[in-house]
């Protein structure tokens, strides 16, 4: 579903890429909100949660509910999967389903946060992710039912960077949130944070020096090519190998000693986790599980569900850049913070319209 990682040059600048992987292809949305405008949370029964966006950030959006001719998406409608605000602090979601389950009960009286406004409450209001822990054990975040998703409760969690490396996991198992330092700065989906962690107990003799000889009895072998370090890496795209191959390429990949090289190395490694169509397939008797959206046409033209990379997108945690590329383009376009910032109103740009706006590094697209 998806992959997140942060990559870190030989000066210590930091980059975070990510993928994300579904069987269909969403509306999403590209949004920049600028310092000073004002947001609410909203959950049934509370009082609402108002607060200001301190910090402008850009993101990825998906809208929340399915549009009607009586009332179309608007901008509250469109929440954060992937974002980057301008001090370099940078929020993702990806897919959990074992976020669901029965939560500890809040005062009727008191302001919670919607889970689904995690990601402009974070991006809106901190720096860095020790802001966010400190917030967050104050704040109450509750899940809710999304109808676009046919009514499950918010099946993600979460995972905060900022510039200077820190990292963080939120999330809500079966309920209950746990706030967890990311230590290797990895991200897939389930099972839990913890458990990966002590999965990677089992690759200690991975090592991204190739040992192209060996001898057997009275026989020499030796190999005809470079590359068997990596014999030993997960082949399969699901998120316990896909956890491990991240952790790999984060740790062994060469050092970039500049930043603009250290976005083309990301771009490099970003690609090790690129889904096309087909190339794995289920079919409904098989009982492959997906993530299921509301208003949206099936795909009637295959008789089988296939994840593939919608979107890739790049975070340039101490510039301030974010790029970004969908499934009908190899080049990023590019996003910078710091040009964005003489905007004072929200803009919203499909991001299928960015698709060979420019390869990274060249312009900013003119958000409409």
């Not at 909100?33 to 910090?55: F, K, W």
Request: proline share 7%.
């Amino acid at each position: 579903m998806c992959t997140a990682l942060v990559y870190t040059d030989a000066a210590g600048g930091h980059y975070l890429g990510r993928t994300l992987e579904l069987t269909i292809d969403l509306p999403y949305q590209i949004v920049y909100l600028p310092a000073g405008l004002a947001a609410v949370s909203q959950i049934q029964g509370h009082p609402s949660l108002h607060y200001t966006i301190a910090h402008a950030f850009l993101s990825v959006t998906m809208p929340a509910r399915v549009p009607t001719p009586e009332a179309p998406i608007g901008l509250a409608d469109l929440k954060v999967i992937e974002g980057l605000n301008a001090q370099g602090l940078a929020f993702s979601l990806l897919s959990y389903p074992r976020a669901g389950g029965t939560q500890q009960a809040v005062e009727a009286t008191r302001a919670v946060l919607s889970v689904s406004d995690l990601g402009s409450w974070v991006l809106g209001q901190f720096a860095t992710v020790d802001e966010v822990k400190t917030a967050l054990a104050a704040q109450p975040v509750m899940l809710e039912a999304l109808p676009i998703l046919g009514g499950v409760s918010s099946p993600f969690h979460y995972v905060v960077n900022d510039a200077s490396g820190a990292s963080l996991v939120i999330e809500f198992d079966n309920g209950r949130m746990s706030l967890l330092d990311n230590p290797v700065r990895v991200m897939t989906n389930g099972p839990k944070f913890d458990w990966h962690l002590t999965n990677l107990d089992n690759y200690t003799f991975l090592s991204n020096v190739d040992k192209s000889n060996g001898t057997f009895g009275r026989y020499e072998a030796r190999q005809p090519d470079s590359g068997i370090a990596t014999a030993g890496l997960p082949s399969s795209s699901t998120s316990v190998g896909r956890f491990i191959r991240a952790v790999y390429y984060a740790a062994f990949t060469e050092k970039a000693d500049s930043p603009d090289a250290a976005v083309h190395t990301l771009a490099h490694i970003m690609n090790n986790f690129d889904r096309p169509r087909g190339v794995s397939i289920d079919y409904p008797e098989g009982g492959g599980g997906h993530m299921e959206v509301q208003g949206l046409a099936s795909d009637t033209a295959h008789p089988y569900a296939t994840e593939f990379t919608c979107w890739t997108s790049l975070s340039d945690l101490g510039r301030k850049l974010f790029f970004v590329r969908d499934y009908g383009a190899l080049n990023y376009t590019q996003f910078d913070l710091g040009a964005l910032s003489t905007l004072h109103t929200p803009k919203v740009v499909p991001l299928a319209s960015t698709r060979g706006a420019a390869p990274y590094g060249l312009r900013d697209p003119a958000p409409a």
